[in-house]
């Protein structure tokens, strides 16, 4: 069981390109989330999806978009990198409905620099 | 909106101590989750404990206690008998119980070594 996986583990950009980060999860999740870590801000939410086809804003969606066409797969994209998206970015899962829907499962990170 | 707040960025502990870690937070809901999550040098992120606010009993999870505060919005860890692997930053977390949108609420996170 793989959980959540996310690819690039690590990244580094030049102002202005694009990239997109891959999330996907295999434990058939109906709510996926994307958060940035940034020193001495915690963990704050960029968007959100409760199901394929649905996806909502988080706390700090600017710059950034998201689609979820598959249960499976969450990615986020950046449209034009700049250097204030340096940061740690973390998918991560929970189930949606019945008991211990409380958990959320994370992937192990995505390190961006955007120089 | 929910609001958690961490107010010590950094605590040390010997090891075989214990030691309290913070968390308060702000909310007009009855209903919900707290959570405690470890983030080691890896930048895993792991699950330590969890209380429902409903629950009157504080968890514990092996070494790992909470002292849950309702009326005080308030949500500290202990960590008993400390140990090297317990070096991680923690973060206290806060979701609400009902809606399928609702999002888990991150603290700033708090910095804890242990000296050997």
């Known amino acids: 069981n793989a959980g959540v996986t996310q690819t690039p583990k690590f990244q580094v950009l030049k102002t202005g390109q694009s990239m997109t980060l891959q999330c996907a999860q295999d434990m058939n999740h109906e709510y996926m989330s994307w958060y940035r870590q940034d020193p001495g801000m915690g963990l704050r939410l960029i968007h959100y999806?409760?199901?394929?086809?649905?996806?909502d804003q988080g706390e700090v969606p600017n710059g950034y978009n998201v689609s979820r066409s598959t249960t499976e797969d969450f990615p986020l994209r950046l449209l034009s990198a700049a250097p204030s998206q340096t940061s740690v970015y973390f998918c991560?899962?929970?189930?949606?409905?019945?008991?211990?829907?409380?958990?959320?499962?994370f992937g192990s990170g995505t390190q961006l620099s955007v120089l | 909106a929910q609001t958690v707040t961490q107010s010590q960025p950094e605590m040390s502990v010997q090891e075989a101590e214990t030691v309290t870690l913070s968390c308060t937070y702000d909310?007009?809901?009855?209903?919900?989750?707290l959570f405690w999550y470890k983030q080691p040098p890896s930048r895993q992120m792991i699950l330590v404990i969890r209380q429902e606010a409903y629950k009157q009993q504080n968890a514990t999870e092996n070494r790992f206690s909470v002292n849950f505060q309702k009326a005080a919005k308030s949500f500290s860890l202990k960590i008993s008998d400390s140990q090297l692997g317990d070096a991680a930053m923690y973060f206290c977390?806060?979701?609400?119980?009902?809606?399928?949108?609702?999002?888990?609420?991150f603290g700033k996170g708090i910095t804890l070594s242990v000296r050997p």
């Open positions: 991560a899962s929970r189930r949606d409905r019945g008991r211990n829907n409380e958990k959320l499962f």
């Open positions: 999806s409760v199901g394929a086809g649905i996806t």
């Open positions: 909310t007009s809901e009855s209903d919900y989750y």
């Open positions: 977390a806060y979701r609400s119980y009902r809606g399928a949108n609702s999002k888990l609420t």
